[in-house]
């Protein structure tokens, strides 16, 4: 299985500030990582898949890159609706199974 | 639009199963994978395994393996989940995702959209 790792655990950002999120895996998924932005009480929402595409209506703000075991999605300028817990998910090999992180929670500073 | 509706909140006991249903509207339910992930109280995401909807073939995660079935009706569009051998670490909520296009063959599972949720709280 492949196991997923996200840091930090916890991001506390101003409004306005650029927030980064790392998420890395134990061997390489090539570019198969999608990540999801969950808010309390709702199902995970799709923001990026392939690494680095945005989802339909996903804003510009968000963007991904990264490939092999090292991934990174960025938020540019942090809006109130993006406080949330955002997960990063490899999907190399359905066959072998499909994993997540651990999750990253952005809150306000 | 794409939208997955799942059944209500279930609570069973120990050894008890549960059985939650998903159904499609929006596409061609026959076309798109179906997987299910579940997410404990205050915990992360863990995939369970996927279904077919057109053949009926499953792949489980080995955690569920013995455990679990997935199974459709693909005249109302539905997927369903059930989950045998209740155990109170079983608690969670259980979501439907769809995923890629059956004729896709490359790596493409990523989940949009998702189901609501359905809450399955085990206790005695």
């Known amino acids: 299985e492949i196991v997923m790792t996200q840091s930090p655990a916890t991001l506390s950002v101003s409004p306005g500030e650029r927030a980064t999120l790392s998420c890395r895996a134990s061997q390489s998924v090539s570019s198969n990582l999608a990540w999801y932005q969950q808010k309390p009480g709702q199902a995970p929402r799709l923001l990026i898949y392939g690494a680095s595409t945005r989802a339909t209506g996903i804003p510009a703000r968000f963007s991904g890159s990264g490939s092999g075991t090292e991934f990174t999605l960025t938020i540019s300028s942090l809006q109130s609706e993006d406080f949330a817990v955002y997960y990063c998910q490899q999907y190399n090999n359905w066959l072998l199974g499909i994993t997540f992180g651990p999750g990253t929670k952005v809150d306000i500073k | 639009q794409v939208q997955l509706v799942q059944s209500g909140a279930e609570v069973k006991k120990p050894g008890a199963s549960v059985k939650v249903s998903c159904k499609a509207s929006?596409?061609?339910?026959?076309?798109?994978?179906m997987h299910w992930v579940r997410q404990a109280p205050g915990q992360g995401l863990e995939w369970m395994g996927w279904?077919?909807?057109?053949?009926?073939?499953?792949n489980y995660a080995q955690k569920f393996q013995g455990r679990v079935t997935m199974t459709r009706d693909t005249s109302i569009s539905t997927a369903y989940m059930e989950l045998s051998r209740l155990r109170s670490d079983d608690t969670a909520v259980y979501y439907c995702?769809?995923?890629?296009?059956?004729?896709?063959?490359?790596?493409?599972?990523?989940?949009?959209?998702w189901g609501q949720g359905t809450l399955v709280t085990v206790s005695s």
């Open positions: 995702a769809r995923a890629r296009p059956l004729q896709w063959l490359v790596p493409a599972d990523w989940f949009d959209p």
């Open positions: 929006g596409y061609t339910f026959t076309g798109y994978y």
């Open positions: 279904i077919n909807p057109n053949s009926g073939g499953t």
